[in-house]
């Protein structure tokens, strides 16, 4: 629960800060994302820090039966930072190590964020709650089309904690059954 | 539509037909390279059919609580396979952490070198989340019995917090047509002495069952402590396995003088 509390008050932090920026809460961007842990197809919204380093997303997540065997429905909360930024002449930004962490919610009656009285405290962990990390690039472009002023384009390889745990523990694991390859798109205001 | 709008359109049209281990949608994902592989009831009939010799003694092994320890698993699998006695083996349950997919093929991986069939009991663990679906997908059954050598196997989901749980009738049924064997054993996850799961009655409910259908051993996992209860009921002893985590697997007898267990430390 702590470690579920210190990254809601993270989020709420950096939100914060964001929200100053942008006192009418409008969004920087829109996204969408393929795969990587948080759906077949996660769309959401976000902001980017005035430096343009970092970027929070929230987005929404969906699982189709034919892809992952049951449907399933997400919620997810992402900080990324950029380490490295390149700007060539054309309006091209390249961002070759975005790092980032997310938390992540499932929404159903299979997952839950507290158990019922009659286990003892701590019997089991929420099982609605995942956190996930991923390492990635991208590539922005400036464009000057009528309502947007810029897209980007990403891809990152990404993992869940939990599974980051049980590789470490355990030899056997293979490093390729434990991360999903992801693609996305921002498309910025 | 604008250029920009139709590439990204392509973009994604183009990745939702990849199919591909590498991309994943969802830690609670159910889709199993393994479904279908009924893994309880296909190894329960070969144990049928190569263990029909009602007066033979043989051995059987039994694992449990690997919970996310695969590599402990993997070594006591490769132990196993090196001691040519055991007939088959069981894990008693909670061989994953948080009933994930994940887990679950991990402990798979581990369980299918085994050289001897082998079943799988549902333990607490397995069914958080989506594991209960999982293990019907993949193992068939989470209730099942089987008959080895003339000792009758009845194998239950008794996890009642997190799960549906079988009609008792049910098991009266199949003890019933089975007295005639030399030994009767059920096999469950969690111990019918758990005070704490498990009613004054349901408890009760379970020794008379034990005593009127002739239960020579009630085999369990769950608490991770050894726990051999010789007098469990006037015909019925209890034991309860270590789990693997603390490097021990166990050896079961079946002799015509009783049944005995081995403790093997790894």
Redesign the interface.
């Known amino acids: 629960m702590k470690k579920i509390i210190i990254t809601l008050i993270i989020s709420l932090f950096f939100t914060s800060l964001y929200a100053e920026e942008h006192l009418d809460f409008k969004p920087d961007f829109a996204v969408?994302q393929?795969?990587?842990?948080?759906?077949?197809?996660s769309t959401g919204v976000g902001y980017e820090s005035d430096r343009k380093k970092s970027t929070i997303d929230f987005l929404y997540?969906y699982?189709p039966a034919f892809?992952?065997?049951?449907e399933?429905h997400?919620l997810t909360g992402r900080i990324t930072g950029r380490a490295i930024t390149y700007h060539s002449n054309y309006g091209f930004s390249f961002f070759p190590l975005n790092l980032s962490f997310f938390v992540?919610y499932?929404h159903g009656k299979?997952?839950k964020l507290r158990w019922e009285s009659?286990?003892?405290k701590w019997y089991?962990?929420p099982?609605a709650l995942?956190s996930?990390e991923s390492i990635g690039m991208s590539i922005k472009k400036a464009?000057n089309?009528a309502d947007?002023s810029a897209?980007e384009?990403y891809a990152e390889v990404v993992t869940?904690s939990?599974?980051l745990?049980?590789y470490y523990?355990?030899?056997?694991?293979a490093f390729?059954?434990?991360?999903?390859?992801?693609?996305g798109?921002r498309?910025y205001f | 539509m604008s250029n920009l709008k139709k590439y990204i359109l392509s973009f994604f049209l183009i990745l939702s037909g990849c199919e591909s281990d590498y991309f994943k949608y969802s830690i609670h994902e159910t889709d199993s390279q393994y479904d279908g592989q009924n893994y309880n009831i296909k190894n329960a009939a070969i144990i049928e059919q190569s263990c029909n010799n009602p007066s033979e003694d043989f051995t059987f092994a039994v694992v449990t609580d690997s919970h996310s320890a695969y590599d402990k698993l993997g070594k006591a699998v490769d132990l196993i396979n090196g001691n040519p006695e055991v007939k088959f083996v069981f894990h008693l349950g909670d061989f994953t952490e948080t009933g994930l997919l994940f887990q679950y093929e991990q402990t798979i991986k581990k369980l299918q070198n085994l050289k001897v069939p082998f079943l799988t009991v549902i333990g607490n663990h397995d069914t958080l989340g989506n594991g209960f679906d999982i293990f019907r997908d993949i193992f068939g059954t989470t209730d099942f019995s089987f008959t080895c050598n003339g000792v009758f196997f009845f194998v239950g989901n008794n996890n009642n917090w997190e799960s549906p749980i079988g009609d008792v009738g049910y098991v009266k049924d199949a003890l019933t047509q089975h007295q005639s064997e030399r030994y009767r054993i059920i096999v469950a996850h969690i111990p019918m002495d758990d005070d704490d799961r498990f009613s004054n009655e349901m408890r009760q409910g379970y020794k008379n069952l034990c005593e009127d259908y002739n239960i020579a051993l009630s085999l369990h996992g769950h608490r991770h402590r050894h726990q051999y209860v010789a007098n469990f009921t006037s015909k019925t002893a209890m034991l309860v396995a270590d789990a693997i985590i603390y490097n021990t697997y166990y050896l079961i007898h079946v002799k015509s003088t009783g049944i005995e267990y081995e403790i093997i430390p790894f």
């Open positions: 969408a393929f795969a990587g842990y948080i759906g077949f197809i997540g699982v892809a992952g065997g049951m399933i997400m992540n499932a299979p997952y009659k286990y003892p089991y962990r099982t995942y996930g464009c089309e947007i897209y384009l869940m939990e599974f745990y049980e523990k355990n030899d056997s694991i390729k059954d434990i991360i999903s390859l992801a693609f798109a498309i």
